[in-house]
């Protein structure tokens, strides 16, 4: 073979190779945004905490967990963010990478209006069974109550931290009709359940009646009692 | 140079890249932090840019040094050509991955940058063991 034609031959692999590997990145990370994006902390816990765990919606965990946990809170509320942080990742880790607990979360906006946008974004995310990495990320990432944290910025770096999240689309349903409505359904049901603080906890066998907890701690010991009760029965 | 210095060269390069390649598939596959002076690597190691179909980037990374340094024992033309073939790949995904970092994640990874490092170098050493031949 020539060294021209050998040359040649190189280059057309090189770039079949090297673009057909750029093109595959592309396609399959179609949606990502640009520039103007806040890294956001925590990406590495949140993703080992989560990795391989079903997510349906508002429901993290198997649909076959013979306990529900349903938690009320606030993206703002920084009681919320204590217990997000600190025993959020143990509940994972013991009951529901396991499968006998799954956790549905509930939205809440009350704080002000840094909740409501924090709350539309996790529930567009939860449109793509990406809610929990969402939220995780939003309270690894809280600021202080009402100013103005939730940027635009940290919400597209929150998307491009996630895998499998079509960002563009996550923030384009923020105000879609299903969001708006999941967000009322989930306040309505606050409302039934009595709900008056947050975080609040319901417990129960799935698919029966769920019993409001009275946590007496933010740690992981506060609601260990109600979810091992709840499995022997 | 000779052919023996460039065959040592190229595989010096990749027996490199490739433990920097399997550092990160293991920090990846493990979920366990990194060495990290540019503050960005955990941000990018868990990005959606760092899988491609569900395989780790840096696992194609390895496997692509352990291919460059596998043409390292062999002098056919075939062979070499394929190794400057694959440096040249290599480096143009790189060069994306850095436009990535920056522009997309904004977050940059010492790791991912000593690979596109080697790979820089192992572009011309290739080369030249391509032209040495031809």
Known sequence: MSRKRLFVVVAATAILLGGGLIAALVVTTRGSTGPSSTAPAGVAEVATMLRDIPQHGAVLGSPKAPVTLVEFADPQCPYCGDWERTSLPVIVRKYVRSGKVRIVFNGMSFVGSDSEKALRTALAAGEQNRLWNVLALLYLNQGTENTGWVTDALLRGIGNAVPGLDTKKMLASLHSTT??????????????????????????????????VQITSLEPSGLEPALDAALRE | MTDRHLRISVAALSTIGAGVAAYLTYA?????PLACATGGCEIVQHSKYSELAGVPVAALGLLGYVALGTTAAFRSDVVRAAGAAFALAGFAFGAYLIYVQVELIDALCQWCLTSDGVLALLVPVTILRLRSTA
């Open chain 2, 28 to 32: 990846h596959v493990t979920g366990s």
């Open chain 1, 179 to 212: 969001v708006t409505q999941k967000l009322a359904a989930a306040a309505a049901l606050a409302r039934e359940a009595g709900v008056n603080q947050t975080p609040t906890f319901a417990v129960g066998r799935t698919n029966k009646a769920l019993t409001l």
